[in-house]
């Protein structure tokens, strides 16, 4: 074997080490937030402690916030077959709607209220979340809190990734 087949499996190995210690620092790091809030993945990371300058009291409270609000969502989701089952039943509603002869605005309406009743229950808990957030940072941080809250909405609308506009900008694309 030569010196340069040598030096290029070298090359090679050493390559394949550094991607693979990358990429597992990457899925590590994505795992540790999976399934978390957004803001409580950025307000109890070591990022958002560091620039916010979070205490280990606030820290605390703020963990015990996200576990609250983090319940109550559980319990009005309910488990994965409650959810299917709700699903079920209302793609069953609102097939039986679609299939009568004759319009029923009162049954449609009813099916609507219903899940804008749901969302304003989310809305609420998020809602109630945020306040009490709120009142653990003071004033020096409730300012960097917004303005970090601020450039990552930017951030998301440039790439795409904020929901409701995303989503909004994107049917927009496809119709023009």
Same mark, same amino acid.
């Given at each position: 074997?030569?010196?340069?087949? @040598?030096?290029?499996?070298?090359? +090679? ?15 590590? @790091? ?20 560091? =620039? &916010? ?8 409270? +703020? @963990? ?9 969502? =559980?319990? +009005? ?11 079920? %039943? ?20 009813? &099916?609507? @209220?219903a899940r804008q009743e749901k969302g304003e229950q989310? %809305? &609420?808990?998020?809602? =109630? ?41 994107k049917a927009e694309r496809t119709h023009s």
């Open positions: 074997m030569t010196i340069s087949n @040598k030096l290029s499996k070298f090359v +090679l190995v050493c390559g394949l080490a550094a991607a693979s210690v990358g990429a597992t620092s990457v899925m590590a @790091k994505g795992d540790m937030h999976r399934g978390m809030n957004p803001q409580a993945g950025f307000l109890l990371s070591e990022r958002g402690i560091n =620039k &916010l300058q979070l205490t280990e009291a606030q820290q605390v409270q +703020l @963990k015990a916030i996200f576990a609250e609000q983090t319940t109550q969502m =559980k319990a +009005l989701r309910g488990d994965k077959a409650s959810m299917k089952d709700n699903r079920i %039943a209302y793609k069953e509603k609102m097939n039986a709607l679609l299939a009568t002869h004759a319009f029923d605005e009162n049954a449609a309406r009813e &099916l609507i @209220k989310f %809305a &609420l808990i998020k809602m =109630k979340s945020e306040h009490a957030i709120w009142q653990v940072l003071n004033v020096e941080q409730r300012e960097s809190y917004q303005e970090i809250k601020k450039q990552l909405r930017k951030k998301g609308h440039k790439k795409g990734l904020h929901r409701v506009d995303g989503e909004r900008n």
